[in-house]
């Protein structure tokens, strides 16, 4: 079972107040290799000072975004991209660059066909310029759907690539699997000592020596 560490406020990196770096200890967190330069990376939000009785929109004063990194050797770093790529938008690798890509294609594909479809609908009626343009709606249609096959054969390329270098550093997978992490909301005003994140860690070992080496909580999950 995995163990839930918490994370106090004082260890987001204070020049930017939007990283937290679990650096200790300094071996990867999947499979306990040296050296572990890498990052799993996790995008959750800060919250801080509740504002009272708000029950839909923006409930806090303080939201913003938050990253959660803790370290990978280079095999489980390439290993996690080939279930979750998504993950690797905030990153400065090549990896982080095709996963940006492909979120950019994505959508620009995405938003091509839903113009198509649109001009379908009675929503856009058949007057003045939109008249010459409407019955054309399919060519929207098609370009948005090329577009997102061509995103997928790109991200397969590349996945191709990255299980083939795998292949060469390491031909087995990785011990753990990505950590599950949450924030923390904190009502008032943030102190040092607030816990902020929670991470459920599937590595019981790497999770208790960082537990003990900054001080933080640590439960063990039955
Ligand atoms: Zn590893």
Redesign the pocket.
């Known amino acids: 079972m995995p163990s839930r560490l918490y994370v106090l406020y004082s260890a987001l990196n204070p020049s930017a107040q939007t990283e937290v770096i679990l650096d200790t200890p300094a071996r ?1 967190s ?2 306990g ?1 040296v050296p ?1 330069p890498f990052f799993e990376t996790h995008a959750v939000k800060l919250k801080a000072k509740r504002i009272p009785h708000r029950s839909i929109g923006q409930r806090y004063r303080i939201e913003k975004r938050m990253l959660v990194r803790l370290p ?2 280079e ?2 770093y390439l290993n996690d991209f080939l279930s979750t790529p998504d993950s690797y938008a905030f990153d400065t690798t090549p990896q982080g660059k095709e996963a940006r890509r492909t979120t950019t294609l994505a959508g620009i594909a995405g938003v091509t066909a839903s113009l198509g479809i649109i001009m379908l609908t009675p929503f856009i009626p058949a007057v003045g310029i939109l008249a010459a343009v409407k019955p054309y709606w399919y060519v929207l249609l098609i370009a948005g759907v090329t577009l997102l096959i061509v995103t997928w054969l790109l991200q397969q390329r590349s996945q191709k690539a990255v299980r083939a270098e795998l292949a060469r550093i390491r031909p087995v997978g ?1 011990q753990f699997r990505r950590a599950d992490v949450w924030s923390i909301a904190v009502d008032g005003d943030l102190t040092p000592t607030d816990e902020i994140v929670e991470i459920h860690m599937p590595n019981e070992d790497w999770a208790n020596e960082c537990a003990n080496l900054n001080g933080w909580r640590i439960e063990q999950s039955r």
């Open positions: 990867c999947h499979c290799s572990a990978l050797c095999a489980c990785s």
